[in-house]
């Protein structure tokens, strides 16, 4: 877990006002958060310096000498809040401040907690205590990336680099954190151009904290994040040298042949023209650009590949190829006989598409799901617009252990396209619980139902996530 999955898991269980109780567990160390209804009600550890003994003691509360009362009391069976008010004879204002700064003291500190798995039970009984916070988790959040800032307990991803920049993910949720003027000017200034963390902290007006413990909240809280200018740079020149490349090619084919596109004679072999496709797939296919923030390449690549597709289908097929070399040498010119071709491409490209879609069906029910997820990657690239190409080449990647990553986001663009395919909810739900995700999960089940209440699958895997974290309460005492 980083600090972003963090972040967007507190946030997702505020906007859902769930309850429950999230464990995190390191090692023999184990923290948990307790929510009602989105808000935090208070947190809990088995660390020592964390327990709610030592957080009084901190606050002045309480002293050391109070400590084996309320050990004493703790054994006997009394909970640790309860144990150090009577021990201390502390009021319930007293008691809640204490609470308080254990939850924040907890939240900072699951900053740092690299490569764990938070985990979230639901239960109708919720741990008690004698006071609760109801401390709405994006303030919970802002404070605790507040205190990890001062206390310097950053994860290596927050410590400054060379340059900060805009982190745009999932920024609808983030919108939710109650910054102060400084960090939301912090954030305004990097919004309008990502700038050397040097650079920036110049330009900060004096706060409440040091400019660069202002910009670690923001990177802590997942607004920013950091960024090697010098890569950023070389990145931008290959593509650049990639788009200027593209588009000389996309000029050349507006009037090439298909022979010309796949730069094969017209004469050549079935094998001369297969070798030709895949050497230009295997430098041009669009999944190569899809991570890329270049919007417009990926849009000149997509509409290269279209090219190339289209020449390969003719081609590569013989009755198709001799069918386009009759037409093609009936033209008085190349030019001619291309511009004619183009007026042709959206059909041919409607026509591939569906029969790579059934193609890519059938592979998928006899289980070859290579070959399945090869067919509706091209019949996808043919159509991207298509819902349901999107969806079933998802469906096929699912299988794929190494491709579950890409097919989450054609399930998503599935979504994007057709939202009301409870479907398409239900087997990114699927693909959540396969790869441990059931927070996630239960988001996409719940969302299927919203569309369609009768979809017993849909019911049943949500209930599948409520039972998933059954297991007993983790060892060591909580304090």
């Known amino acids: 877990m980083s600090q972003a999955n963090l972040v ?24 948990q958060l307790v929510l009602e209804h989105g808000n935090l009600s208070f947190a809990e550890s088995n660390v020592p310096e964390e327990h709610l003994a030592h957080v009084l003691i901190g606050l002045g509360f309480i002293s050391r000498a109070d400590l084996k009362k309320v050990t004493a009391l703790m054994k006997a069976g009394s909970r640790a809040d309860e144990a150090a008010a009577r021990a201390a004879g502390l009021n319930d204002e007293q008691l809640a401040s204490g609470i308080g700064d254990q939850a924040i003291m907890i939240l900072a500190s699951l900053f740092s907690w690299q490569g764990c798995e938070p985990r979230l039970f639901t239960t109708e009984v919720l741990p008690q205590r004698r006071c609760r916070l109801d401390l709405p988790l994006p303030q919970a959040l802002v404070d605790a990336a507040r205190r990890a800032a001062a206390a310097r307990s950053l994860p290596p991803s927050c410590k400054l680099g060379s340059e900060v920049i805009h982190a745009d993910s999932n920024l609808g949720a983030r919108s939710l954190l109650p910054l102060n003027a400084a960090e939301a000017y912090a954030y305004v200034q990097i919004l309008k151009e990502p700038a050397p963390a040097a650079s920036l902290a110049q330009r900060l007006p004096p706060g409440d904290c040091k400019p660069e413990e202002l910009i670690q909240r923001l990177l802590l809280l997942g607004l920013l994040k950091p960024h090697s200018g010098m890569a950023a740079s070389a990145h931008a020149m290959r593509e650049s040298r990639i788009s200027e490349q593209v588009q000389e090619m996309l000029r050349r084919f507006e009037v090439a042949n298909y022979y010309e596109v796949l730069a094969v004679p017209s004469d050549a072999q079935e094998t001369e023209i297969k070798s030709a496709y895949h050497e230009m797939a295997r430098l041009y296919h669009p999944d190569r650009f899809a991570s890329s923030g270049n919007s417009e390449l990926r849009a000149q690549v997509e509409q290269l590949f279209t090219y190339i597709t289209a020449a390969y289908a003719t081609l590569g097929d013989a009755g198709a190829r001799a069918s386009y070399d009759e037409q093609r040498l009936k033209k008085e ?35 070859d799901f290579d070959k399945a997820v090869s067919r509706l990657r091209e019949c996808v690239w043919l159509r991207a617009d298509v819902a349901r190409f999107q969806h079933w080449l998802a469906v096929a990647q699912s299988e794929i252990p190494s491709l579950r990553k890409e097919a989450e986001q054609h399930f998503l663009k599935a979504i994007e396209l057709d939202s009301a ?19 996630k999960a239960e988001a996409q089940f719940l969302e299927a139902l919203r569309w369609d209440p009768e979809n017993q699958e849909a019911a049943r895997l949500q209930e599948e996530c409520f039972r998933m974290a059954g297991e007993s309460r983790g060892n060591g005492a909580m304090g």
Do not use: C, W
């Not at 898991?9 to 464990?23: A, D, P, Y």
């Not at 042709?344 to 006899?366: F, I, P, S």
């Not at 395919?421 to 927070?439: E, F």
């Open 421 to 439: 395919n409870a479907d398409s909810y239900v087997q990114l739900g699927k693909l959540y619980l396969t790869v441990n995700l059931p927070i």
């Open 8 to 31: 967007e898991l507190l946030l997702e269980l505020h906007r859902t006002r769930r309850s429950g109780v999230v464990r995190f567990e390191r090692g023999s160390a184990k923290k």
């Open 333 to 367: 010119s190349l030019v001619e006989s291309t511009l004619q071709g183009r007026a042709t491409v959206d059909a041919d490209r409607e026509k591939m598409a569906d029969a790579l879609y059934r193609a890519g069906r059938a592979a998928l029910k006899n289980g």
